[in-house]
């Protein structure tokens, strides 16, 4: 009798293991193969650096090996649902590069960074970028091409000197921006392989400055820069110019271009 109630307590202890693990394993496959029921809709863009929103994966970007390649991301709610108004976690991959986001959790007016840094195995190839959006298990994602060029960066030198011209004017004239010779840049080709006109981009903590000039003599030798926030604007909104940089001219506000 002793033994017949030893067996029946083994088997019901059995079964309730099996039914646990099987809870554990079903809650398991749910949180990893779906999102939660009901999760709040959202949309989610991706913009290029320095020019115009990537229109989906036929869409081409060009670099070279160590350029560090910045797409914004920005997401809207479009529907309710649980987790309506929370943080958007972006991510992204990429074979043949370094990849890293900043600013990763964000909403509606906010802006992510990724930012791509292709390594020298990737040259002559085009390297895929998937950047992904996750809120609750809900996901979103959008792939983007880069043709890796055979070509170096040779112009960090002048661009800086370029840079530099501006940063004391804007100093003393638009302090409230918070930029001086103190400031720290990081700096990156991009548009690369175009002559006459040079484009070059530097990162401080605050602020986006794409520089560019005209490779002309005097007065044709003209250098602007265009400023944006980096954590909440995806568009330049400042630009300034030096009408002739060999002349010395000191720079001046333009309206932006239509294609900012």
Known sequence: MASRQAITRVYVIAIILIVVIAAVAGI?????????????????????????????????????PEQRVVFLVVVEE?????????????????????VSVNNQDIKSGEVAEVIVVP???????????????????????????????DTSDDLSELAAEMRD???????????????????????????????????????SEDWEMYVTWHVMIPPYDWAKIYLRSRLTETQSTMAFEISSVQGEEEPHSIELPDWV
């Open 119 to 149: 390594d020298q195995t990737s040259i002559n190839k085009v390297l895929q970028i998937s950047i992904n959006g996750n809120r609750r298990g809900l996901k979103e994602t959008k792939t983007i091409n880069i043709e890796i060029l």
């Open 165 to 203: 011209n501006f940063v004391p004017w804007l100093a003393a004239n638009y302090p409230e921006l918070g930029i001086s010779s103190e400031t720290e840049w990081i700096g990156t080709i991009v548009n690369p392989g175009i002559l006459v006109v040079m484009h070059y981009m530097f990162y």
């Open 78 to 98: 479009t529907g309710n649902g649980n987790g309506y108004g929370e943080a958007v976690v972006i991510s992204a991959t990429a074979s043949g590069a370094k």
């Open 28 to 64: 398991w496959y749910y949180t990893q193969s779906g999102p939660e029921p009901n999760v709040a809709p959202f949309s989610m863009e991706v913009i290029s650096r320095p020019f115009a929103p990537m229109k989906g994966e036929d869409e081409l970007v060009m670099a070279i």
